[in-house]
């Protein structure tokens, strides 16, 4: 609940729930009206958000997040059992423990679908792996396939992990892979026209250049920086992680060790977190996917083997283990309150005043807004929205195909849309995104008028104390410049 009272939301989690209000409204899976196209990521969690809002209708926000705080907890609920099947004291202060660590409270409190990833997760880790019922081999890959096609790597893992408990193939397990795969296939393939969702093929198109350090330095400190908690990109950062992934170690020898306490079975489930985690922190860093939500669950999954070897295995009275514990799991909570509050308080001054300002003039979807992320803004104003990275509106893609320099501009002059929102510079500037050709200069000047611009270095100054020092530690966010078209 505290975590919900710093207004920080996952900027991308207005992407669905914009889809699923989309669904409501248009009977379309789709952002902008009657279009169809696969903005979200998620198929399951857009129908989730859509019963949400149908309930509680703009109010629906804080019921899904508490929702997705509930379905995280039952699914580390459910690990403890695995865990701790003979100890209910230890599995509750794992529980309580696990929800209070930085990546569980982002997972389940940003807005995104990954408390109810974590919540599918571990159902198959306890009914499937750890209780054998055979409905949940067949169950819920469906499910987790529905929510994110890239579960495929927790699949595999935990296919292998049942491979060496059962020693012989689970064909049932088999099945469920390849019915959630290919429905969702075949869904996308005949609603959207395109094998895996657009999201995927989006962000090929628009980030193909973005990052150009393709050392293998770059790649660790990018391993170092998305695998662990400290965001910063340096040796530092690489050498923290390496102390990290030392200790982890350290704590899965001592499991493995154990040939009295810890059940087979319990030690390969501990092994495949472990396994997925890393797995899934390297491929992502790999294939350079930047975005901080992909690695939430991997570092959850680090933590529950920290905090299993440290109720279990740390030679520590519990009347000292607990306490010592509780402070260590209370400062990282701390942390991860005031971060996310730096982040709430600069999106409520600056996003959400943006979309304020543009609903004072009565927008709705016959005007049209090109800007990024489309998150925020066009969920507030409910602008039909044309985004820089074209998750929302393939045709943005296309001009980045046609003219990787020049798409921005060809887009303005193509779409005419309303409303331009740019982000760190304007239009026409050197070194940035929004390049206009000359002979294109004097006709976007005279099309739209500079309405209103946005400092960051404003809210930082603005900012309590507390915020003001981060902000200077720290200094999150960018300046924003609102365009309007001359009628």
């Not at 628009?206 to 400190?221: R, W």
């Not at 507030?380 to 195909?401: A, C, P, Q």
């Amino acid at each position: 609940m505290p975590l919900l009272l710093t207004r920080n939301i996952q900027e991308d989690s207005f992407i669905t729930w914009r889809v699923a209000r989309n669904l409501i409204n248009y009977g379309v899976m789709g952002f902008n009206g009657e279009e169809r196209i696969s903005a979200s990521t998620t198929h399951l969690y857009v129908l989730i958000t859509a019963f949400f809002q149908l309930i509680f209708g703009e109010y629906f926000i804080f019921p899904l997040l508490i929702f997705s705080g509930i379905l995280f907890a039952i699914g580390s609920l459910w690990l403890a059992k695995i865990l701790f099947p003979d100890d209910i004291l230890k599995r509750g202060f794992f529980v309580v423990f696990l929800n209070m660590l930085p990546p569980a409270l982002t997972a389940s409190g940003l807005g995104m679908e990954y408390g109810i990833l974590f919540f599918l997760y571990n159902a198959l880790i306890y009914f499937g792996i750890f209780k054998s019922k055979k409905w949940a081999y067949l169950l819920f890959p469906i499910l987790l396939l529905w929510t994110r096609i890239d579960t495929v790597i927790f699949l595999g893992v935990f296919f292998l992990a049942d491979l060496i408990i059962r020693k012989k193939i689970n064909y049932l397990f088999i099945l469920g892979g390849i019915l959630g795969l290919v429905s969702v296939v075949y869904f996308n393939y005949l609603y959207f026209g395109e094998l895996v969702n657009h999201t995927i093929t989006a962000k090929k198109v628009a980030y193909k250049n973005l990052i150009q350090n393709n050392s293998f330095t770059y790649f660790l400190y990018q391993w170092a920086y998305y695998g662990g908690l400290i965001k910063k990109y340096s040796i530092y950062t690489f050498l923290a992680f390496i102390a990290f992934l030392i200790l982890l170690g350290y704590c899965v020898f001592k499991i493995i060790k154990d040939q009295s306490r810890i059940l087979f079975q319990t030690k390969v489930i501990l092994i495949a977190v472990i396994v997925f985690a890393l797995l899934k922190i390297t491929i992502f860093s790999y294939f350079k996917a930047y975005f901080d939500w992909y690695y939430w669950l991997p570092r959850v999954f680090m933590f529950v083997v920290i905090l299993y070897y440290l109720l279990h295995f740390l030679p520590l009275k519990k009347k000292i283990l607990i306490p010592v514990t509780f402070f260590i799991t209370f400062c990282l909570y701390s942390f991860q309150l005031l971060q996310s509050y730096t982040i709430g308080y600069m999106e409520e001054r600056q996003r959400m005043q943006i979309a304020a300002d543009i609903k004072d003039d009565n927008v709705n979807m016959k005007e049209s807004i090109l800007l990024e992320p489309a998150g925020i803004i066009p969920f507030y104003t409910n602008l039909y929205t044309y985004d820089e990275v074209g998750l929302v509106d393939k045709r943005i893609n296309d001009e980045m195909l046609k003219d990787e320099n020049f798409w921005w501009i060809n887009s303005v002059k193509r779409f005419k849309p309303n409303y331009i929102l740019t982000i760190a510079k304007k239009p026409g500037e050197p070194n940035s995104r929004y390049a206009i050709k000359p002979e294109d200069t004097a006709e976007f000047d005279a099309d739209y008028k500079l309405v209103k611009v946005y400092p960051i270095a404003k809210i930082h100054d603005n900012a309590p104390s507390i915020l003001k020092w981060i902000y200077k530690i720290r200094p999150i966010g960018k300046d924003y410049f609102l365009y309007k078209m001359v009628k």
